[in-house]
């Protein structure tokens, strides 16, 4: 028989009514009803084309088919829980593989990461810089930092504002643009054109001019003060958002990611 034909939920019952030799024992504990594990029974005899049980006055008998398989069935299940742990065993694991864009790994995520890491020595991570989409089970990832409108097909938690600041060096800098992909449009001449948000940071800081950033990514240098904010900030399309697929999400090693780096 194929494995995509192994009635595997019809083979639990039998194991648990074989232990218990009861279909109301066997019922309570798969929590069904005793109705449930007889129909289950029958279905399994009818595909295998074999009597699984007999009644008799002294109760219920296992028959010599299923005392034959009965050996090999339960080795079967004790391999499938021993699968199970090994695959849960990486939900305890200490290494995180994170993918994000450089300039926020930079100026925000590293930092966050080392106060994370504070008191567990035995935490690693793997930071992947990315800013396009990427395949998380080709890459290995556990969690993605995005410059995103949101979560998409994944689940996600936003991190801080969707909003920009306008920023330029803390003594101030010629009315001229700095451009980055994915910055508003503004009115300023370009005087400059540079990779990523972190790197317009550092042109506006130098006295180049005002670049408009992501404000979680130009927190850590206005607090610093190597550079001024000019004027409010400006709502935005798109936020820093922590998004992974719903399995490597519910991995309790994410979640505590998440939760810390959302505090």
């Given amino acids: 028989m194929k494995r995509t034909h192994l009635p595997l939920n019809g083979l639990r019952v039998l194991d648990a009514a074989a232990r218990h030799l009861s279909f109301t024992r066997a019922a309570d504990e798969l929590a069904v009803t005793p109705a449930a594990v007889g129909q289950q029974i029958r279905a399994l005899e009818d595909m295998l084309g074999v009597v699984l049980f007999r009644r ?45 864009p450089r300039d926020i790994s ?20 793997s930071l992947v810089a990315a800013d396009e989409a990427l395949d998380f089970t080709e890459a290995n990832l556990d969690i993605a930092l995005r410059l995103t409108d949101g979560p998409g097909e994944h689940e996600g938690v936003r991190i801080g504002d969707a909003a920009f600041v306008t920023v330029e060096a803390a003594e101030g800098g010629p009315d001229a643009r700095i451009d980055w992909p994915g910055c508003p449009a503004d009115d300023l001449p370009a005087v400059m054109r540079v990779a990523d948000g972190g790197l317009a940071i550092e042109a506006a800081a130098n006295g180049f001019g ?18 001024r904010q000019v004027g409010a900030e400006q709502n935005a399309a798109k936020a820093y958002w922590l998004i992974a697929p719903l399995p490597q999400w519910r991995q309790k090693k994410v979640k505590a990611l998440v939760e810390a780096l959302t505090a």
């Fill in 106 to 125: 930079v100026k925000w995520l590293q930092a966050k990461l080392a106060g994370y890491a504070a008191g567990q020595p035995d935490l690693h991570f």
């Fill in 210 to 227: 005002k670049a408009s950033v992501p404000a979680l990514l130009a927190a850590r240098d206005l607090a610093e003060g190597r550079i």
């Fill in 56 to 100: 008799t006055p002294k109760g219920l008998e296992m028959t010599p088919e299923t005392e034959a398989g009965l050996e090999a069935l339960r080795s079967g299940f004790l391999m499938f829980e021993e699968s199970v742990r090994a695959m849960q065993a990486g939900q305890s694991s200490l290494s995180l593989t994170i993918a994000a």
